[in-house]
């Protein structure tokens, strides 16, 4: 009898032991996400492992007519809420089974037209990038475009947050 009592007991201490060994924000990783006009405007925002965040806007077209680079550079350290938000869109996005590339099998010239630049690196994992032209015709995964439309959000209110209080 004490040969189970002390099996079962180095189970559930190991189990123990790996459950606070993970982090409390899950699995770390970095992404990148970024949407360009060429010639006209970029948004770009970085998520470190460390849970850091970079965010930027230029205006390429009007710093061309307006004097000095009027980039606006912000940073910040995402909340438990925020991180949770990311990891689970990035999983169920499923990026690392997309294509590397999508709509730039037209040849037509379209200098105006808006790229989405996607990267990420799981832990441990190789780097995938996806890119995507405004005019694909590809269909994606809802997971996908809620992974895009929770990016925009955070950079845009990020961005905004910060304008704000500078005000």
Known sequence: MMTRFSGATAVILLLLLTACSRSPRGELFSYTFSMESINNFKVELELQPDSTWQAARINYFFDRFGGPPSALEREGRLTDREHAAFARLLQKSEIEKMEESYGFDNEDDNSNAIIYMLSLTPEGGETRFVTIREN??????????????????????KLEEQEVTEQ
């Open 136 to 157: 694909a015709e590809d269909r994606f995964s809802d997971a996908f475009r809620e992974l895009i439309l929770y990016s925009g959000n955070f950079l845009n209110e």
